[in-house]
């Protein structure tokens, strides 16, 4: 059962500051899988918006409208896509001291991963579903970026990651790459997908480091998608599947409105 | 038998239309695209502002960010598409030299001081004076301004040229809110010359 944002009859006129804080509060009551399905199953902030007096617009034709244009924008964003052309780099001194943590949650809510039991999980359209552990995915060839992650609100923050370059990883798993999609799906029960122009860029990275260490809990332990090439909410983190395929896979952000490619 | 149309008949009928009528169009749908773009611009900004402030909630559009940029991606194209129409058929028309041409800074001085003093006649709608042709121009170079700065932030890694033009990423968002703000204070101008001389509301609505 998906919250439609089109339920918008009930009027609830909060500021989205008091939204958050009365999501925490809600949220605050539950015991931790209930409280990250109560976020996740609808009643986020944006989902809240919706109730309230300033939706989208007050007309489902409008809205409908809007999502086809953005459509368009992913198509638009294909064709500038070029998976030539590299994203800036930086020196270390230009990292962001400390980098920034955010997610749809505070940071004492960020999920909790065993490293020592843990299995990423490979599906879809692949010539090899074995698992992997984080020691064989430590395995293979290591690379490292220090790059801009620009979040779709404005700010930007330079980061440096290290891990395995995606497309080596396609190649070991024996994905179809001319498939459309790349799916994740995560710990925090956050999940998006990508294009596989941008999956074979060669700054996608299969991030299990970041500067020098491993990826901490708050930055998305296990493993993050770290791709220069699209908007920080399109990088996912905590991932604990990964799956290929030609069906949409939509995202978690993305099915509430906001824009399918998110390509900088 | 009625009137055969005579060529000084034909020529003053043309010489009465003074905004054709796709300059008129090109206007209005612009005012729309613009209105789009601030007004879900503010939200956008709003979601990590770069000066000490916020814009208030009632004068933003689309309820949260991702109505907002929804908006946002949507109004640009028309802005585009409606700006590259009304410049072509400007320059193919021969209207953007004809109404633009001359304009010097000792011209501009003068129609301004007149402005000032409240002597600065309004008779021949046909004709922009020295100030409007200033104001008009730099409004469409504050759009192309506002259009590049804004592919920049939104495109900063695919048109790296763009970016760099603008400063880096960072400095692209604030010449795109400087050229908001350029905007605004326009249209602000705009409105109450309008106001002041309601004629030329009547002009941009009939053609004459």
Known sequence: MRFSPRNRKTQLALPEDDQRALLRAAGGLLAPPARRLFLQRGLTVGGLAMLTGCSVTDS??????????????????????????????????MMTRPFPFNAYYSEDEAPVVDGQGFFLQVSGMVARRDIWSLEQLNALPQEEQITRHICVEGWSAIGRWGGVRFSTFLERIGADLSAKYVGFKCADDYFTSIDMPTALHPQTLLALQYDGQTLPRKYGFPMKLRMPTKLGYKNPKHIVEIFVTNDYPGGYWEDQG??????? | MSLPA??????????????????RVAHWLNLIAFVVLLSSGWRIYNASPIFDFKFPRELTLGGWLGGALLWHFAAMW?????????????????RLRRRFWPLTPRQLFDDFVAALRGRLGHDDLAHYNAVQKFAYLGAIALLVLVVLSGLAVWKSVQLPLLR???GGFDSARVVHFVAMAGLVFFTLVHVV???LVPRTLLLMIRGR
């Open chain 2, 164 to 166: 760099e033009l603008m």
């Open chain 2, 193 to 195: 010359m309008v106001a």
């Open chain 1, 60 to 93: 489902d034709s409008a809205e409908h409208l809007l999502m086809k244009i953005s459509r368009l924008n992913d198509r638009a964003q294909a064709f500038l896509f070029d998976p030539t052309r590299l994203a800036p780099t930086y020196p270390a001194s």
């Open chain 2, 6 to 23: 005579t060529p000084a008949l034909a020529a003053s009928k043309q010489a009465a239309t003074v905004q054709p009528g796709w300059v």
């Open chain 1, 258 to 264: 906001y824009n399918w490619f998110g390509g900088s």
């Open chain 2, 78 to 94: 028309l802005l585009a598409f409606n700006g590259l129409a009304y410049l072509a058929l400007n320059i193919a028309s021969g």
